[in-house]
C-alpha cells in the first residue's frame, strides 16, 4: 500500500473515532438520566466499550509505524477491533431503545 493510500486510511480511522467519542458523550448523558441502579449496570458496559476502544487507538498507533510487511496484519487487527467498538455502541443504543 502506498504512502498517501496508507495516510488516507489512517485519517478516515481517526475521523471515525472522533465521530465515536461525539457518540459516546451523547450515550454518556442518555445513561445519566437513567435510575441510579441501571446507571450501575450501564456504566460498566460503557467502560467495557471504553476499554475496546482504547484498544484500537492503540492498534493504530501500531498501524502508524508498521512497515510494508506487516501493515495488512495490523490493518486486519484495527478493522477487527473496530467492528467489535462498532457492534458494542450499537447494542448499547438498542438496549437503551434508541
Known amino acids: 500500500m502506498d504512502k498517501e493510500t496508507r495516510k488516507a ?3 478516515k480511522l481517526e475521523a471515525e473515532l472522533r ?9 454518556d448523558a442518555k445513561v445519566d ?14 467502560e467495557d466499550l471504553r476499554e475496546k476502544r482504547d484498544a484500537v487507538v ?3 498507533g501500531e498501524l502508524k509505524d508498521a512497515g510494508e510487511d ?5 490493518k486486519k487487527g484495527v478493522e477487527d477491533s ?3 467498538v462498532k457492534d458494542g ?3 448499547f443504543w438498542e438496549s437503551l431503545g434508541d
Open 89 to 91: 455502541l450499537k447494542s
Open 82 to 84: 473496530w467492528s467489535s
Open 19 to 27: 465521530e465515536w467519542d461525539a457518540e459516546v458523550e451523547r450515550l
Open 58 to 60: 492503540s492498534k493504530l
Open 70 to 74: 506487516t501493515w495488512e496484519d495490523i
Open 33 to 46: 438520566q437513567l435510575k441510579a441502579e441501571d446507571k450501575i449496570e450501564y456504566k460498566k458496559r460503557f
Open 9 to 11: 486510511y489512517l485519517e
